[in-house]
Nanobody, 124 residues
Framework: VQLQASGGGLVQAGVSLRLSCAASEFTLSDYTVAWFREAPGKEREFVAAIDWRGRSTSYANSVKGRFTISIDGLKSTVDLQMNTLSPDDTARYYC??????????????????WGQGTQVTVSS
């Protein structure tokens, strides 16, 4: 299972970015998907997750109210809309997935499939 994260970039504080997670050989419609991020010198951190039905979402406290995870059925992607970005959001963002899982928590050991990540850099 190959996941591909895209949409990262270098932006100024206060602006928005939208990340997308796609699968290279299949649709994500049957997968519960999460976003994690990892900043230099820090541990990988849970950001958000959505179950495969789109009924359950969860967010880290640090992004709640600013980030939104959603399923794009037309593109077969799981997107992360990031608003009001700050330098603290600078990290490499990874998407992870499990097949038809009810787990939307932040333990990275519970997520089976991972993508290569996309870099988000927010300047002040």
């Amino acid at each position: 299972v190959q996941l591909q994260a895209s949409g990262g970039g270098l932006v100024q504080a206060g602006v928005s970015l939208r990340l997308s997670c796609a699968a290279s050989e299949f649709t994500l419609s049957d997968y519960t998907v999460a976003w994690f991020r990892e900043a230099p010198g820090k541990e990988r951190e849970f950001v958000a997750a959505i179950d495969w039905r789109g009924r359950s979402t969860s967010y880290a406290n640090s992004v709640k109210g600013r980030f939104t995870i959603s399923i794009d059925g037309l593109k077969s992607t799981v997107d992360l809309q990031m608003n009001t970005l700050s330098p603290d959001d600078t990290a490499r963002y990874y998407c992870a997935a499990n097949l038809r899982s009810y787990y939307t928590g932040g333990d990275s050991r519970m997520w089976r499939y991972w993508g290569q990540g996309t870099q988000v850099t927010v300047s002040s």
